[in-house]
């Protein structure tokens, strides 16, 4: 049985303000690097044999934590970045809604293809699905991490469980440094065994309270 764990990267400034990040390549910020360095001994519990990474830094960035406790190797896939947002990179979600209010209201209810030179789901769903079963492939029966990107990581499980539009958009979002496990066998093809799975929440820097203190945009972009 093989094993796909699709995992999220670390919290970005961008992250934290609902700013439109999609293909920029935007760091880890300190809270994102600690999510990292949390989630890398979980994630080194379950023995992967291999790792994979979008070639943005903030992904790239987290599976290096994982990489330093297991010493594999992180190989870099550009086909795993994020879902390209067109004329909302850089914006800020507020900014989108009130510049966009068309398009953006076709994104919120679920347009595959809402416009603004924003990538069509499809599109995304195939090179993220393409990107994951070929990781999966160069190690047959083991487990492979996969270090992406929110609206990547849904499509691209979604692709592979071959789940319509309107039954992937009922899961959650993945949280930062959060992952999806998928497995494969014969009799069943790709099946879901896990959602939303990571540490407890990194306390933000002079809060003490043990949560994270994050905004949470609408999206993962």
């Known amino acids: 049985m093989t094993r796909l764990i699709i995992w999220r990267h670390g919290n970005t ?3 934290a303000a609902s700013r439109v990040q999609g293909q920029t390549d935007v760091p880890l910020n300190d809270l994102g690097r600690e999510q990292a360095r949390a989630a890398a001994p979980l ?3 379950l023995r992967p044999d291999a790792l994979v990474a979008s070639d943005l830094s903030r992904a790239a960035d987290t599976a290096a934590a994982l990489s330093a406790l297991t010493g594999l190797p992180v190989r870099s896939d550009a086909r795993l970045r994020e879902r390209h947002f067109g ?3 850089g914006m800020f979600l507020t900014e989108v809604a009130a510049g966009f209010p068309e398009e953006y209201a076709r994104f919120r209810a679920g347009d595959p293809d809402p416009g603004s030179d924003i990538e069509p789901l499809d599109e995304l769903a195939k090179r993220i699905g393409t990107a994951l079963q070929e990781a999966a ?3 047959p029966g083991g487990t492979v991490v996969v270090a992406t990107h929110g609206a990547a990581a849904r499509q691209g499980c979604g692709h592979l ?4 539009r309107h039954v992937l958009r009922t899961v959650g979002s993945l949280r930062n440094c959060h992952w999806t496990e998928l497995r494969h066998d ?4 790709w099946h879901l065994r896990a959602h939303n799975v990571g540490p407890m929440d990194v306390p933000a820097a002079g809060t003490g309270t043990g949560a994270a203190v994050v905004p949470v945009s609408a999206e993962p972009v």
């Open 13 to 15: 400034d961008w992250n």
């Open 43 to 45: 994630l080194a519990a």
């Open 87 to 89: 004329n909302w990179q």
């Open 137 to 139: 492939d160069e190690v």
């Open 161 to 164: 469980l071959g789940w319509e």
């Open 186 to 189: 014969v009799e069943r093809g």
